[in-house]
Each structure stands twice: as C-alpha cells, then as structure tokens.
C-alpha cells in the first residue's frame, strides 16, 4: 500500500504541474493580447538606466530556467534597439531629453560603445540634452558617458580607467595535479587559445600580439572619448591616475572634476532633481521626475519587425553545431533564417552583422555555404564586423562583397586549434587501470584513458592542417591573394580593425548604417534603407517566459569601487567553465579565446558555485 500511495503521489503531483503550465500559457497569452498595442508614452525624460551589458544580439532565460527558478542572468540591451530608441527621440516633442544612468552598467565591445556613444551625440546635437549619472565610471561606461551633455558623478565615486589588458588564468598546473593531459594540436605562431592547457604563463609571442592589440584599443577608445569630450585631460589622468587623486586631496570624485572628466559632483537626489527641472515633476514616481521607460518607448517607437528589401542577419556569440537560441550562433539556426529570407524576390541584398569570436569549424562552414547560395542568385551581401569578428567570425565574413569593420573591431585570428583531453594520469592517481585489444591502429582511438595513440595524434594534426590549409585558400580566394600572402598575416594572430585595414582583410570603416547604404548601392536601391532582421523564430514557451523575464528597471551597484571588478569567485567559475566548454566542445575549432576579455562579452558565471563549475570540468 505504501507503493502504490508514492505512485498516487507522484501523479497527483504531475497533474498538479500541467496544470499549473496550462494556466501560466493560457494567462501569458491572455496578457499579450491585451499588451500587443503599443503603450501610451506621455511627455518627460527618456530613462536610459542601463542595469546590464551591451550586445549584439541579446539571449533570453530559458522555460526550464525560468520555472525552475534558475533564470536570474546579466540583463542584455539589444545595441539595435537602443540607437534606434534613441534616433526616434531626436524628433519626438514628447522627450524633453536623456537620463543615462550607469550605476549598473556593465560594459560592451569597444565597437558596440562607440556606436551607441555616436547615437547619443546625434541626440546632442539635434538640441536634446542627454545627462550621465554613475559612481563609478569605468572604461565602457566613461567612453558612453563622453557622449554625453552632461557628466555627473557621485560625491563618493571615481572615474577609474583601467585600459585593455588584465591576467588570465592558466591550467597546466592545475591539470597535472589531477592527472589530466591536454592534447593539443594547433597550426599558427600566435594561436595562443591553447596556451592555458599547456602553459602556466604567456608565451612571448602572445604577450607582443596581445600588447600590440591592447595599446591600439586604447588608442581607439581614446580617441573616441576625445572627439566627443575634446576638454578632458585625459591623456595626464590616464599617465598618472593617483597623481590626479594626490592633488585633489584625496578626493577620487574632485579628482575627476579637475581633469574635465566629469561636470558635476553631487549626488542621485540632485541629479533627479536636475531631470525634474528637465522633464517635469512626478510627485506620484519614486525618481520624483516624469521618466519615459524604455521598454515603453521600444513598443511605442520603433518596429522590430521591418519588412523593407534588406534582410539583416546576425551572427552573435560562440558559433556552434546545430540550433541554438538568439545569442547564440547555431550554424543550422543560421542557416536556417537564411534560406527563409531567400524565399520569394523581395529581398534584394544582405547585411551581415557579425560579434562573434568564432567556434566550430563545420557550423562556420554551413554559416558560409548558406551566404554562398546568397551570392549565386546575384544579391549583394555587405558584411559589418561589431566588437569582434575573429577566427570562425572570420570565416563567415568571406563570402562578403564588402566589408566594414570599425578601427576597434578584434578581428583576424586566421588559425585552427584541437584539444583532446585525456586522463592516465587521473586515472593513475586512483590505481585504476585501462587495457584492451586492437584490430587496427586506430582501434578504440583516440584514446582518452590511456592517452591518443601516435597514429591518432598524427591524424587529428592532419586535420588541424588541412582545415588551416582551406582557411587560407578561403580567405585568399575573399581578399584576391594567395594562401602564401594570407598565411604570413595569419598565423592565429589577432589584430584591431585600423592594421587589418591596412593589411586588406578588410575594405573599410564604418558601422550598420555605412553597411545599409553599401548594400543599398550595391542593389540599386536609390535612397531606399530600409531592413528586414532574418532571425530563428521564437518558440512558443521562448514568447511567454519572455513576458515573465520582464525588463529590469532596478538600479546597479552603487559602489564605486565594487563595480570596478568582478568577484574573483565568479572570474573563477567563469574560467572553469570556458575549460569545460573547450575540452568538451568539438576536437577541432577555429575560435578566438583571447579575444573573450577584450571583446566585451559578458559570459554568465555557470550555475552551482565554484565547485560545481570544477566537478563539471573533471567528470563531464
């Protein structure tokens, strides 16, 4: 009777969840019908409060995530959306101007700041006033914030620009204490992603590649605060940070003010005072200031779903095998939105927006010979390389009849790399044995208890060869030279957008709207511009979690210098679940693993803490 009272359990209690499933759809259906008009904006100031990270194309929680109460994430802001919300203000009475609040932001690629840092001068310049508040500015925050009318910062906050660069981690040690060997097979000089599985520090040739690539970023984001803000000293606080602080007495905030950085110190109260003076007051509203959300204005404002003759499709993330969800670049989801865009005779050219630091071989293949059927029904595809656009970001950048790139954009990265994992010595440690028999030299290869074979490693080197081989014959055939020309300004070398200009991996300089009106001219479209996003369709549950995801308005971390940093647990997880992707992804990769730090790509620290991520590592 106790058994069969557990069965009766059991399925009261999965009768229990379908319902509860059918009445979350059935209420999240009944809100979007009656949310699907846009809402009502009323006048006031635009609340760009942004509590997250900067992308391309941003992700979504998962239903299993979200029901499970695992769906708590980095909030993402679509760059898309944010400069057209913000061209959209530029002729609206309604919006007396911009609140960018960056207390919880969390950064970007160089190239994406720059591009909404520009979206936010056009809105100065149109006579809107755009006010920054932080207190804590840091590098990506202070380059947006430059774009800025005005700069206000925290009595207890600090400008502190850090410029690219910081430590990685290193596993050999690590490895060899459990017992692990990584097998590594790799062509290119400066194919440094593997470096962390065999070395305990950075070689000398991807210290001066990763040297040279950091001081030209520096210089970029330099020169973009400085055309926007040309009164800072920014050149005497980046030599001498502390010296600045010294001579304010101590005061990291005055500090700032003296070298021009900032306009204003005071605190949140007066800041939302000065919108109030602004926009007007809003007793009834907890800012005290009538403030338009964002969200509202989105749905108001700007159409998500254009049809116009220009699809637009957007390579974003780690490039990976099979479907993956928007954020993710799934070689057949891809693929897939592709071949859709290519039904009918409407559209007329294409757009290929690129962030991605690459990743498997055959999903940037399939990415490729979808743009390959693209070229043979004579459309035009112009292709705009983001933040980065390095290794397999690369690869699918050639089938491109022109391509942009910004003089920030990480690119390049032209090598190939495989790692094998494999466990005698962990297996030496517990006085475990592995034997067998063989009928052929590649029997029960490669070997990952005992260690590959000579044979086995021989063939998957073969491999790593013969995939760099076709990426240079790819890659000339792109750029009209030979695979002897490429393969000296490869390499695995990663370069900035400003030298891969100058050496012809790309054609010129600009954002999506110099690539719109280059596909436009290269369709003989005339003056038209306007665009169709060629994305996977969302799911059905993909839809109502999205409802339940909501927007976050809440504001970030208020601490100065707690928002300078990650915590170093969470660096930690982090690192160890890039170890578990790579030594568990596919054998053979074309991905930028140095370009992760410097290409702004917020990754998620993996769920369970720190030691979950490494029982992960040593048993998946």
């Known amino acids: ?76 802001y679509q760059l898309r959306d944010l400069v057209a919300a913000l061209d ?102 400066y194919k440094s992603a593997v470096e962390p599985y065999i070395r305990n520090d950075m070689s000398p040739e ?15 984001w330099r020169s973009d605060v400085l055309r926007a803000r040309p009164a800072a000293k920014i050149d005497a606080y980046l030599k001498d940070e502390v010296g600045a602080v010294n001579a304010a007495g101590g005061d990291l905030a005055v500090a700032a003010k003296n070298a021009g950085l900032v306009d204003t110190v005071a605190d949140r109260r007066a800041f939302e005072a000065r919108l109030a003076k602004l926009g007007g007051k809003d007793d009834k509203a907890a800012a005290g200031y009538k403030a338009i959300r964002l969200d509202s204005y989105l749905k108001n404002k700007v159409d ?97 009849d ?37 009928t052929t030299p590649l029997s029960g290869e490669p070997d990952l208890l005992n260690g590959p074979s000579p044979e086995a490693g021989a063939l998957v080197q073969a491999g790593v060869n013969s995939i760099y081989a076709k990426f240079l014959g790819i890659v000339g055939a792109a750029r009209h030279k030979s695979p002897a020309e490429i393969d000296k300004i490869a390499q695995g070398r990663v370069w900035d957008g400003g030298t891969a200009h100058q050496l012809g991996l790309v054609d010129g300089f600009g954002g999506m709207d110099a690539a719109i009106a280059k596909a436009a001219a290269l369709a003989n479209l005339g003056d038209e511009r306007g665009v169709r996003y060629l994305e996977r369709p969302k799911s059905l549950s993909e839809g109502l979690m999205g409802l339940f995801a909501g927007d976050d308005d809440a504001t970030g971390t208020t601490d100065a210098l707690a928002s300078l940093a990650p915590a170093p647990a969470s660096e930690i997880e982090r690192a160890l679940a890039e170890v578990q992707q790579i030594m568990t992804g596919p054998s053979i990769q074309v991905r930028c693993l140095e370009c992760g730090p410097t290409a702004g790509m917020p990754a998620e620290a993996p769920k369970g803490g720190l030691f979950a991520a490494l029982a992960r590592l040593l048993w998946s």
């Open 88 to 189: 959209a203000t530029r002729q609206d009475d309604r919006v007396k101007g911009v609140a960018l609040d960056l207390d919880g932001f969390l950064g970007g690629g160089e190239a994406a700041v720059a591009d909404l840092g520009a979206a936010l001068s056009r809105v100065k310049a149109s006579g809107k006033p755009v006010i920054a508040y932080a207190t804590g500015y840091t590098d990506s925050g202070y380059q947006l914030a430059s774009h800025a009318s005005e700069i206000w910062l925290n009595p207890f906050g600090t400008v502190a620009i850090a410029g690219p660069g910081g430590n990685h981690l290193y596993y050999k040690g690590l490895l060899d204490k459990l017992g692990v060997t990584a097998n590594v097979y790799r062509v290119g000089t």
């Open 206 to 220: 991807a210290k001066s590649a990763a040297q040279a690539l950091g001081g030209a970023l520096l210089e970029d």
């Open 304 to 400: 998500r779903s254009p049809h116009g003759p220009i699809g637009v499709v957007t390579i974003a993330g780690t490039i990976v095998d099979g479907k993956a969800p928007l954020g993710t670049a799934g070689g057949d989801s891809i693929a897939a939105a592709i071949r859709k865009g290519l039904r009918g005779d409407d559209m007329k050219a294409l757009v290929v927006r690129i962030d991605s630091p690459g990743g498997s071989v055959l999903a940037s293949e399939r990415i490729r010979q979808a743009l390959l059927a693209v070229k043979e029904k004579k459309i035009p595809i112009v292709v705009s390389m983001g933040s980065v656009a390095a290794s397999g970001g690369y690869w699918v950048s050639t089938p491109g």
């Open 1 to 76: 009777m106790r058994l069969v009272r557990a069965i009766w359990k059991l399925l009261v209690g999965v009768k229990d969840a379908l319902v509860l499933l059918l009445l979350l759809i059935f209420f999240g259906g009944l809100y979007a019908a009656l949310s699907s008009g846009p809402p009502t904006v009323k006048d006031g100031v635009l609340n760009l409060a942004l509590n997250g990270s900067l992308v391309e194309q941003a992700s979504k929680p998962s239903a299993t995530a979200l029901l499970s109460g695992q769906g708590e994430r980095v909030h993402q």
């Open 402 to 438: 022109y391509v942009f790139a910004e003089p920030s954009t990480i690119t390049g990265s032209i090598g190939v790399f495989g790692i094998l994992p494999s466990f005698q010595g962990t297996l030496k440690k517990l006085g475990v044995g592995a034997d067998g028999i063989k």
